[in-house]
Nanobody, 121 residues
Framework: QVQLTESGGGLVQPGKSLRLSCVAS????????MRWYRQAPGKEREWVAG?????????????LYGESFAGRFTMTRDNARNTVYLQMNNLKVEDTAVYLC?????????WGQGTQVTVSS
């Protein structure tokens, strides 16, 4: 059973931080590329960050970010825990969205259900 489970969202004030987690199960995590997306009501889904597969990839370990997120958000992966993280700092009201975890390779494309992040005073 393939599963991607996001957690760590919540309600925070502008300027605060959250750390999102995505735990993978049911597939060989280390062979998959991982991405974070977000989707706000009435808006298209937006790519946030990604890290490539490590099986094999000499560029593994170098996350890429959308231009709106570099410098505030940090993505990491922990293959021993089958988990990816998204550290979000200095949150803004416009960061409010459902944050979605994605695992993909040349053959498969898996998605979690998302975790809600709400930034409000």
């Amino acid at each position: 059973q393939v599963q991607l489970t996001e957690s760590g969202g919540g309600l925070v004030q502008p300027g605060k931080s959250l750390r999102l987690s995505c735990v993978a199960s049911g597939f060989p995590f280390i062979t998959y590329n991982m991405r974070w997306y977000r989707q706000a009501p009435g808006k298209e889904r937006e790519w946030v960050a990604g890290i490539t597969s490590a099986d094999p990839n000499p560029l593994y370990g170098n996350p890429l970010y959308g231009e709106s997120f570099a410098g505030r958000f940090t993505m990491t992966r922990d293959n021993a825990r089958n988990t990816v993280y998204l550290q979000m700092n200095n949150l803004k009201v416009e960061d409010t969205a459902v944050y979605l975890c994605n695992a993909y390779n040349w053959q498969n494309d898996y998605w979690g259900q998302g975790t809600q992040v709400t930034v409000s005073s």
